[in-house]
């Protein structure tokens, strides 16, 4: 009886590990791959359910949207990852529970916990840290010391817009996920939402510690995302208006180390976008939250582990805009989030109007419709560095085209503050400057769609242009 009992034991034993594997969920190739060079792996636990995040958009109030989204995805957390908690916990594991989209990031996991992590109920994959590469310049070149009003702010007639609309960003705030940013430069400093008391808090967030332990201030290794905020507000008061939004302020969150971004970091960054804390990530206030952000990182199309940080953002009322990348001038190049069917994502065009012959083209794996969704200048544009706090430097690529597109959105939101994101999205693609475009060079065709059958995979709508957007009627004309 005993051996029949022992049988029967070891058979259902064997049932149960064989069975297992077949119930596990997926486990990214890179976490195996880690495991077998080192024997251990960061892993991203990404449990399966999703809150319901459908009725914050009837919410009015912003902060109380704001708010609303955060508790319904802490609770979401809290409730599909207690018993994965109570689990690490009990291993002594350290490990960041990530409520932005259910997720838990768990440091140094072995074989054996990976396995038990993968066949744990409500677990829908684990996936590895994967470093992204930062959408880099293509090129690189000295700025002269004063050039007034950028050509590049002319060409988008933001200048023009100041004038008509009366407004520049005021009220509005801004951010950006990249390098981090000089905070002192003198195109930037008098913009900073921390400058008035000195204090970083719920203005700078650097999950990685690369500017100090614990983070301190604002730093930029990189001259990147002190570049591309430049783009959206830089203005020194005097000579050097580089920014779309001038009378806008800005946070920025350091998501990615120095040429390369973190899933860790990215993640992060995204949840403190969402609802910001002071940089010890205590006190969350999410009425602090920013109402457009600027992401000039990406990596290859069809990535979809962004998705749930961005159903996030739009929840919760802020605008995520998304670089292309630089991997034309093949089609089908573009790059995961910026071909999301719920990002907007922009290519770049020269100075001559013509697409940029780097700028990654559609279609897109994610989305139905033409992609990228719009146009910017991207090619030697000038704009604030790290370097010193009187540096600037033309860059060229998406990344330069992005933040003009970020910094349209602070404008139109300064004009309506409550305008909802779709709307302003859709008043903004649909009015660009189509006329003026040149032929690009590379494929004609993209995804059976002509360059100038717009919307197309190349420039998409069009070129942003913002007096177009704010006489829609076009009775001015684009430029």
């Known amino acids: ?45 990404k449990m399966t359910p999703a809150a319901d995040l459908s009725r914050a958009a009837a919410i009015e109030d912003r902060n109380a949207r704001l708010w609303s989204v955060y508790d319904a995805l802490t609770g979401d957390a809290d409730r599909s990852q207690r018993a994965i908690r109570t689990f690490l916990r009990g291993r002594g594991k350290d490990f960041k529970i990530f409520w932005v989209n259910n997720s838990l990031f768990v440091r140094g996991a072995n074989r054996a916990l990976v396995d038990r992590l ?83 808090d719920y203005n700078w967030w650097d999950p990685s510690e690369v500017c100090g332990t614990p983070p301190s201030a604002p730093c930029d290794n990189n001259d990147h995302g002190t570049h591309t905020m430049g783009t959206m507000v830089g203005d020194d008061g005097g000579s050097n208006q580089i920014g ?12 990615c180390e120095s040429s390369s971004c973190s899933s860790f970091a990215l993640t992060s960054s995204a949840q403190w976008i969402a609802c910001p804390t002071d940089r010890l990530g205590n006190n969350p206030d999410c009425s602090k939250a920013p109402h457009v952000v600027n992401n000039s990182w990406g990596g290859g199309g069809g990535d979809p582990w962004y998705q749930g940080l961005v159903d996030s953002w739009l929840a919760a009322g802020i605008a995520p805009i998304f670089s ?6 093949g089609c089908n190049t573009l790059g995961s989030p910026g071909d999301y069917a719920n990002t907007v994502g922009v290519a770049s065009v020269t100075q001559s109007d013509v697409l940029s012959s780097r700028s ?47 910094g349209a959105i602070a404008l139109m939101k300064s004009v309506v503050p409550t305008a909802p994101n779709l709307g302003m999205y859709n008043r903004m693609v649909r009015n660009t400057c189509q006329s003026t475009l040149g032929t690009p060079g590379g494929a004609a065709s993209c995804g059976g769609v002509m360059w100038n059958d717009f919307p197309s995979n190349h420039y998409g709508w069009g070129r942003l242009d913002m007096m177009a957007i704010f006489d829609p009627a076009g009775e001015v004309p684009c430029q």
């Open 118 to 200: 993968a066949n744990f109920d409500g677990v829908a994959y684990l996936r590895g840290n994967h470093h992204i590469p930062l959408v880099m310049p293509v090129e690189v070149s000295p700025a002269s010391a004063v050039e007034g009003v950028g050509w590049n702010i002319e060409m988008v007639r933001a200048d023009d817009f100041w004038a008509a609309s009366g407004h520049n960003g005021d009220g509005i705030v801004v951010a950006n996920i990249d390098t981090g940013v000089r905070w002192t430069h003198e195109a930037l400093t008098n913009q900073y939402r921390g400058r008035q008391d000195v204090s970083h």
């Open 324 to 329: 292309a990348g630089n991997s034309g001038s």
């Open 1 to 45: 009886m005993k051996r029949k009992l022992s049988l029967l034991l070891y058979g259902l034993t064997l049932y149960a590990m064989t069975a297992s594997p077949a119930q596990a969920a997926d486990v990214d190739p890179l976490i195996l791959n880690q495991l077998s060079a080192v024997g251990h792996a960061d892993v991203f636990v």
């Open 244 to 255: 779309m939004a001038p009378g806008a302020k800005w946070m920025a969150a350091k998501g």
């Open 360 to 406: 990654s083209r559609g279609p897109s794996t994610l989305a139905s419709r033409a992609q990228p969704d719009i146009s910017a200048p991207g090619a030697s544009v000038r704009s604030s560095i790290a370097t010193s706090d009187t540096s600037y430097a033309n860059f060229s690529g998406t990344s330069m085209a992005s933040p003009h597109v970020a």
